[in-house]
């Protein structure tokens, strides 16, 4: 089966940093890809890692080790208008499914 | 980039009634359609997976006559609520893979559906 988990909900302040962790296991994996939802809408991807180490784009960076079954999505400087659920994915190899997470709702005080 | 059109955004229909939701891939070929389907303040849930020119794969629990998936084309693909009741009010999206970059996804706007 697939279980993949992430903290139901965490808060933290305008500037400031968050990490939202993320632990998988599946049967299978071809990479894992991070989202960020607005309520009501498609997810936006920001990012993905397939081999072990940290892929940084900017405020965002992402970090993967596949012996631990583990990622986390870095957020810096943070915003208000990053105040939304993120969701971790993995891809299943052979299959190109996309197993989303239980998803981590995000809210930035001021 | 890669688009996928969802039909109808909203929709809110009686209880029994069929409600179809339609994806459209614009500038490429969706040879496969993800369908999910999210409840408030829930993640997604995979609920199926269209294959064009052959039958739809089911997750487990996902009852297949009740969600009926057609996936006649090589880019469009349906997914039709039947008998929907009030449990079936959802959020519901499409996503079809990538061919090309990182090889991710492509996903539709959602259909918010409402049972009443």
């Known amino acids: 089966g697939q279980n993949i988990d992430q903290p139901t909900e965490m808060t933290a302040t305008e500037g400031a940093i968050v990490q939202i962790n993320c632990t998988y296991q599946?049967?299978?994996?071809?990479?894992l890809f991070w989202y960020q939802q607005h309520a009501g809408e498609a997810p936006t991807f920001l990012s993905y890692n397939v081999l072990d180490g940290l892929e940084e784009k900017g405020r965002f960076s992402s970090f993967l080790s596949r012996s631990k079954g583990y990622s986390y999505l870095l957020l810096k400087e943070l915003q208000m208008k990053d105040s939304a659920s993120y969701l971790c994915?993995?891809?299943?190899?052979?299959?190109?499914?996309?197993?989303f997470g239980t998803g981590t709702r995000l809210q930035v005080f001021p | 980039g890669a688009v996928v059109s969802q039909h109808p955004s909203r929709v809110i229909c009686k209880s029994g009634t069929s409600v179809k939701i339609e994806c459209r891939s614009l500038?490429?070929?969706?040879?496969?359609m993800f369908w999910y389907r999210q409840f408030p303040k829930q993640s997604l849930m995979l609920m199926a997976t269209?294959?064009?020119?052959?039958?739809?794969?089911?997750e487990q629990g996902v009852e297949k006559d009740k969600f009926l998936i057609n996936h006649a084309s090589l880019t469009l693909s349906t997914l039709t609520v039947t008998s929907a009741h009030p449990e079936d009010s959802s959020f519901y999206i499409c996503?079809?893979?990538?061919?090309?970059?990182?090889?991710?996804?492509?996903f539709g706007s959602g259909t918010r559906l409402t049972v009443v």
């Open positions: 994915a993995v891809r299943v190899h052979n299959t190109d499914k996309l197993i």
């Open positions: 269209s294959n064009e020119g052959s039958k739809a794969t089911y």
């Open positions: 500038d490429f070929q969706a040879t496969t």
């Open positions: 996503s079809a893979p990538e061919r090309r970059g990182n090889y991710g996804y492509t």
């Open positions: 599946t049967s299978g994996f071809n990479g």
